[in-house]
Structures are given as C-alpha cells and as structure tokens.
C-alpha cells in the first residue's frame, strides 16, 4: 500500500508560479513511477505529468509541455511539480498518482495507477 499526501496549492494570479509536492509513504518510493492529473470542474480527470522510477524519463501533457517540470527526490520521498506562467485555464485539482508498473506504457492513462493522494486545489485568477 501507498500513501500519497499533495501540498503546495493555493490561490495565484495568472502568469504566477507554484510548486506543488507530493509525499509518499507505505512503501519503497523509488521504485515507483509516478503521474500528475488534474481536474477542473464539470470535466474529467486529466493526465498533466509523469515521471520514471528513477527520473529520466518524463513525459508532459501538451497543454503544459514548457511550463511544467516534474521532479522527484527519491531520498525524500517526494514527487514536485514546478508550475509556471500559469493560467486560469490551470484551475483544477491536482492529484499525484503512483502506479507499480515500471513500464511507460499507457502512462497517460489514469486507470495504468494503482494509488492516488487527495489532491490539492490550484485556482489561477485572470
């Protein structure tokens, strides 16, 4: 079993930056690869970010692609996600997700990850 725990949301005027995080527990953090979705009201939950077990591999969605960077610090335990030049149309939830599976396959896939945080709130004023 693992526990994730997402901080770091809050209110932003647009073209502003957060940096949300995502500590992990329960289990051997690095071996895990690991995702961000997000959702904004009345639609569906939608992938943003993913990265490798161990880092080297990441993959954006494309309405992020350049003003995200995901991280991780496996000594830590913790997934980041470095957000900038924000949007309103970046308002959602943000959950981060972690799924066993080492391979990259259907990494944009919200039903490829086995355990999910309760997500944090990200609201971008125009």
């Known amino acids: 079993q693992v526990h994730l725990v997402e901080s770091g949301g809050g209110l932003v005027q647009a073209g502003g930056s957060l940096r949300l995080s995502c500590a992990a527990s329960?289990?051997?953090?690095?071996?895990?690869?690991m995702g961000w979705f997000r959702q904004a009201p009345g639609k569906e939950r939608e992938f943003v970010a993913y990265?490798?077990?161990?880092?080297?591999?990441?993959y954006y969605a494309d309405s992020v692609k350049g003003r995200c960077t995901i991280s991780r610090d496996n000594a830590k335990n913790t997934l980041y996600l470095q957000m900038n030049s924000l949007k309103p149309e970046d308002t959602a939830v943000y959950y981060c997700?972690?799924?066993?599976?080492?391979?990259?396959?259907?990494?944009?896939?919200?039903?490829?990850?086995?355990?999910w945080g309760q997500g944090t709130q990200v609201t971008v004023s125009s």
């Open positions: 329960g289990r051997t953090f690095s071996s895990l690869s």
């Open positions: 997700a972690a799924r066993n599976s080492g391979s990259i396959t259907y990494y944009y896939l919200r039903a490829t990850y086995n355990y």
């Open positions: 990265i490798s077990w161990t880092g080297g591999t990441t």
